[in-house]
């Protein structure tokens, strides 16, 4: 039977039904044996590679997804859902979860999974073929992985682990305080290079609902470390004002780990206690045991860092006028910040609730509105972007920074689960937010040039050259400029 043009699964469940009842046309020839020009695309040779780059981290025995795809036996009862799942486009349901669209904004990335347009194409091919194994002697080497536990920043200096969190299987969205927990064998103060957190439970891998959001129950979680001085009353949160305690970023379900920017690490420092500003957990349908653990990897000792940094960007962002209509596509919602001192963007993170489906972030500056980035958003991967370091933005002071947030309320986005409701802004998975919580550095004047200069050079840049991200890349200063004196003020929140 020809299946070459199924798409989405309604349309698949349509097929199957006219085949129950006999109503299938004469099957269309076989497009895909028109000539190709590379020869057959074959398992062994065009898609294991693909698989080991991009897929197999997670689907693999003991990874986080339902099923493994590393052998022939294994992939082959999947090509058809393999080449749906990564046709999708930056949505919503693509394969690997990775969001960015390719055709506006920045194309830079760290660690970016994503499949070129000839990647996805040589896959239908494949699947549309009949998925043919191809020759042994052409499958890579597999690779080798370390047990699931394994950190995805390589094995942390420290981790620290919070007390078990029970989570029943009927309990409402509960948003609180965790425990302080003290952090424990750190002899000295030490600059944090990454971080990577993780919710460790007693859910079986497979089985049950075969979801990130069904496997998982602390929705997100944020913290600082803080040491007695910071605070008047011992350990308790507070806002981050001038104290010299350290924010650290989120954890959320399905978020990947963060590497600070090399001349920005973080400081850890001894007799810290790690510190709660708020966590929600939200039930996955089990009773469930979990923790988290918090694994830090340190710059090496005596590592000073050049730049002040900010805390995660909360300012970006309106989480309190949110007015999201019932059964409506394309929403959009709007936030603006103007940026006080020269900044450099390390990330793009969308947050948003089921509702939101796409962000956007552009920057204004003068006349120039340049889109930055733009990504998916699929509430059951919250993922953030970090920018390759030759193109994180680099933004002079009085830039404003514009996110437009798309929500769908329709059947259309199945994280919805009341299409009926008006939603408004708040914590709980059924209410919303609207924030952009990537990590900036704030930059001196003087910084800002030298990060300018640096990366006309490496970029090889002239004065024609429009660079998307850096407006005033390509305005070489005059010999003998110097940039009038700015103070960065660092530790306040932005
Ligand atoms: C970051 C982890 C991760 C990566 C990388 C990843 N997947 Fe997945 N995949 C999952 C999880 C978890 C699910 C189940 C939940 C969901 O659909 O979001 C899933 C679901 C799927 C499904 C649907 C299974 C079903 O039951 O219908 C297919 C097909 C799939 N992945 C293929 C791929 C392919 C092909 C790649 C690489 C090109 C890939 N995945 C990369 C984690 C991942």
């Given at each position: 039977?020809e299946r ?9 469940v349509?097929?199957?039904?006219s ?7 004469a ?5 895909a ?5 590379g ?6 040779k065009d898609?294991?590679?693909?698989l080991?780059?991009s897929c197999?981290?997670?689907h693999?025995?003991d990874?986080?997804?339902p099923m493994?795809?590393?052998?022939y036996?294994e992939?082959r ?5 393999i ?13 690997p ?8 904004g920045i ?8 499949l070129?347009a000839?990647e996805i194409a040589?896959?239908?091919?494949w699947a549309?073929n009949g998925a ?8 890579p080497?597999p ?5 699931a536990?394994?950190?995805r920043?390589?094995q942390p200096d420290?981790?620290v682990r ?11 969205d509960w948003?609180?305080?965790?425990e ?9 103060d ?5 971080i990577?957190m993780?919710?460790v439970n ?6 049950g609902?075969q ?11 944020t ?5 007695p ?5 011992s350990?308790r ?5 001038n104290?010299?305690?350290?924010r650290?970023?989120?954890?959320e379900v ?6 600070f920017?090399a001349?920005?690490?973080r ?8 510190v709660t500003?708020s966590t929600?957990?939200h039930?996955?349908g089990?009773?469930?045991t979990?923790?988290l ?5 340190f ?10 940094q900010?805390t995660?960007?909360?300012s ?20 603006y ?10 990330t793009?993170e ?15 500056w ?15 991967w ?7 370091d030759?193109a ?6 009085g830039t404003?920074?514009?996110i437009?947030?798309y929500?769908?309320t329709t059947?259309?986005n199945k ?6 409701n008006?939603?408004g802004g708040?914590n709980?998975s ?6 952009e ?6 930059l001196t ?9 640096d ?25 003998g ?12 929140q932005?």
């Amino acid at each position: 039977m020809e299946r070459k043009k199924v798409e989405g699964g309604a349309i698949e469940v349509a097929l199957l039904i006219s085949v129950v009842i006999g109503l299938v046309a004469a099957p269309a020839p076989r497009a895909a044996q028109s000539a190709e020009p590379g020869g057959e695309v074959t398992f062994t040779k065009d898609i294991a590679p693909i698989l080991q780059r991009s897929c197999q981290n997670c689907h693999r025995p003991d990874g986080v997804a339902p099923m493994s795809l590393i052998t022939y036996d294994e992939v082959r009862p999947w090509a058809r859902a393999i080449k749906t799942r990564t046709g999708l486009g930056p949505k919503m349901g693509v394969m690997p979860p990775w969001y960015i669209e390719k055709n506006i904004g920045i194309q830079a990335y760290k660690d970016d999974p994503s499949l070129s347009a000839d990647e996805i194409a040589r896959i239908a091919r494949w699947a549309d073929n009949g998925a043919p194994r191809g020759n042994p002697a052409d499958m890579p080497q597999p690779l080798q992985y370390a047990d699931a536990a394994s950190w995805r920043i390589g094995q942390p200096d420290l981790i620290v682990r919070t007390p078990d969190i029970v989570v029943k299987a009927n309990a409402p969205d509960w948003w609180g305080e965790l425990e302080t927990v003290p952090v424990e064998g750190l002899t000295e103060d030490r600059y944090v290079a990454a971080i990577e957190m993780k919710e460790v439970n007693d859910v079986e891998t497979r089985g049950g609902r075969q979801t990130v959001g069904g496997r998982y129950v602390v929705h997100h979680w944020t913290f600082s470390s803080r040491t007695p001085d910071d605070t008047d009353d011992s350990y308790r949160p507070r806002p981050a004002v001038n104290d010299s305690s350290t924010r650290w970023p989120t954890h959320e379900v399905g978020r990947n780990p963060d590497f600070f920017d090399a001349k920005a690490g973080r400081l850890l420092r001894t007799s810290s206690r790690i510190v709660t500003h708020s966590t929600h957990l939200h039930s996955n349908g089990r009773d469930t045991t979990a923790h988290l653990e918090v694994g830090f990897k340190f710059h090496p000792k005596g590592y000073k860092p050049e730049y002040q940094q900010l805390t995660s960007g909360f300012s970006l962002g309106n989480t309190v006028d949110i007015d999201i209509r019932p059964m409506e596509a394309n929403q959009q919602l709007h936030a603006y910040a103007v940026l006080e001192q020269p900044t450099k963007l390390i990330t793009f993170e969308p947050h948003l609730h089921a509702p939101g489906v796409r962000m956007c972030l552009e920057a204004i500056w003068g006349f120039n509105i340049q889109t930055l980035s733009c990504a998916g958003y699929d509430h059951n991967w919250v993922r953030g972007y970090a920018y390759t370091d030759e193109a994180a933005p680099l933004l002079p002071k009085g830039t404003i920074l514009h996110i437009i947030g798309y929500m769908d309320t329709t059947p259309a986005n199945k994280n919805v689960t009341d299409t009926r409701n008006w939603q408004g802004g708040g914590n709980r998975s059924v209410a919303n937010m609207f924030l952009e919580i990537g990590i900036r550095i704030r930059l001196t004047e003087e910084q800002f040039q030298e990060e300018m200069a640096d990366r006309r050079k490496k970029l090889n840049l002239g004065p024609n050259d429009v660079v998307i991200g850096c407006p005033l890349c390509n305005l070489v200063p005059k010999p003998g400029y110097t940039p009038a004196p700015s103070s960065a003020s660092g530790g306040g929140q932005p």
